[in-house]
């Protein structure tokens, strides 16, 4: 596959839309497989639920724990595509969300590569970016509403790749809305089926974040060292 036949003109570098990635039999197998995961796997939040696989991102580093196979499919088929350069990915956060919930504008930090890699199942979202304020602003005197630099949607069985100023130099996140006008302030509208004027209802929908730490603790940091 062609990384650049998939890069998206009109957004800030670098950011990859790749549509129908996984197929429907396979969009079906994750959904299968999320829900079944037992009970406890599940961390409830104010907006939405996820799931951690992979282990527990930490500063002083992840104590890995196993991959699925499911999940393990997944993330060999982006490994493939080169975008964490020699690394491979190591941990997969799953989150739900219902219609209607959403996340606020936020950066994803220090503790992955930065890349981020998301499979989008079950239902769209748009996914919203931002500029962020500095020292010397505060969001009094710019709201959110003029920091807002343009929009992604992601359409159920696509992927989306953010690397280099779309991951370190905005804010994205999702609102809290049952329903999506589509306009012409969206990057990718060019790739996807959606046509600027449409109103799309939103489902559950559920993410895959697939992204590689680096900091990885080892077995012998954590139990000690056989004697």
């Not at 993410?207 to 000690?224: D, E, Q, Y």
Request: with cysteine.
């Amino acid at each position: 596959m062609d990384l650049m036949t998939y890069k998206i003109s009109h957004a800030p570098a670098n950011a990859y839309y790749i549509p129908n990635f996984i197929t429907e039999d396979e969009e079906k197998s994750i959904m299968n497989n999320i829900y079944a995961a037992p009970k406890p796997k599940w961390k409830e939040l104010a907006h939405r639920r996820l799931q951690n696989w992979g282990g527990l991102p930490h500063p002083k580093g992840m104590v890995a724990e196993a991959i699925p196979q499911w999940l393990q499919q997944q993330m060999d088929k982006i490994s493939a595509l080169h975008v964490f350069g020699e690394k491979k990915p190591n941990h997969v956060l799953v989150n739900e969300y219902l219609p209607g919930q959403g996340i606020m504008p936020h950066e994803d930090g220090p503790l992955f590569y930065p890349t981020i890699t998301t499979i989008n199942v079950g239902s769209h979202t748009i996914l919203e970016f931002y500029m962020p304020v500095n020292s010397e602003e505060s969001e009094d005197t710019l709201p959110l509403s003029s920091r807002h630099i343009g929009s992604l949607l992601l359409e159920p069985r696509s992927l989306l790749i953010l690397q280099d100023n779309m991951y370190t130099s905005f804010l994205h996140g999702i609102s809290q809305v049952t329903e999506d006008s589509i306009t012409d302030n969206i990057f990718n509208i060019d790739r996807c089926e959606a046509q600027v004027g449409d109103t799309l209802v939103r489902g559950t929908r559920v993410s895959l974040t697939i992204r590689h730490v680096p900091k990885v603790l080892k077995a012998n940091m954590i139990f000690g060292k056989r004697r």
